[in-house]
């Protein structure tokens, strides 16, 4: 299981991670212990502009109609 997140610019609070153990048996996390991974990227802030994209080939079919 992976799950993602995004931290927004203005955060300043601390980074937890959210841990299950699914396994059968204990297991203990030791000082140290690698456990999860950042990475940064850059953030780029967007205006959307409202717009008319038109008509297409594959027109309203979702993910998947177009027979590929």
Partial sequence: MVNFGTIDPGYRG?????MFNLG???YT???GDRIAQLVVA??????WEE??????????GGFGSSGR
Avoid: A, W
């Avoid at 601390?14 to 959210?18: Q, S």
């Avoid at 717009?51 to 309203?60: A, H, K, M």
């Fill in 29 to 31: 996390i030791e000082k």
């Fill in 14 to 18: 601390e980074i937890r991670v959210v």
């Fill in 24 to 26: 059968g048996q204990d």
């Fill in 42 to 47: 850059r953030y780029e802030p967007v205006e």
């Fill in 51 to 60: 717009g008319d994209l038109g008509e297409s080939r594959r027109g309203d």
